[in-house]
């Protein structure tokens, strides 16, 4: 897979959310690590349980840190291109457009300047064929 240890089920990993009491004790001591303002905003959903994803997470608020001040408005940053050119990548496993969104999802912030970018590919994956759910998606919520 893109991402060693992400999820092989995608179909469970978009439709299902954690019973409470239920996260995994290494994930738990993950999210801890994160400064408090950051672990309170973070869901504890099975995507943001992968491992990788506060590895991901720091590693893009350590670039806004560092480059936001040198980042165009309306022109994407050479990672966040990499990122989006990975979602739209057909051969692309559901698992990993999932993980890709998710991130969106997790820092609106840092994507906001770049919305009219990514607003067409976001939403044709979400109201695609393959977008893994049926009826009320997870991304809709």
């Known amino acids: 897979t893109f991402f060693p240890g992400a999820s092989q089920d995608a179909n469970a990993m ?9 996260v995994r004790p ?3 001591a993950r999210v ?21 994803m506060v590895s991901s997470l720091r590693v893009i608020d350590q670039l806004n840190r560092m480059f936001n001040s040198t980042w165009i408005p309306g022109v994407l ?3 966040m ?30 994507f906001q300047p770049y919305a ?3 607003f067409t590919p976001v939403v ?3 109201v695609g064929p393959n977008n893994g759910g049926n009826g009320f998606h997870y991304l809709d919520r």
Do not use: H, Y
């Open 116 to 118: 009219s970018q990514w």
């Open 32 to 52: 801890m690590q994160l400064p408090p303002g950051v672990r309170d905003e973070l869901e504890l959903d099975p995507i943001n349980e992968e491992p990788v």
């Open 26 to 28: 290494e994930v738990q």
């Open 81 to 110: 291109d990499c990122l989006l050119s990975e979602l739209t990548r057909a051969d692309n496993p559901l698992n990993v457009k999932l993980f890709i969104l998710k991130l969106l999802v997790n820092r609106p912030k840092i």
């Open 124 to 126: 044709e994956f979400a």
């Open 77 to 79: 940053p050479k990672w």
């Open 14 to 22: 978009a439709t299902t959310s954690s019973a409470p009491g239920s």
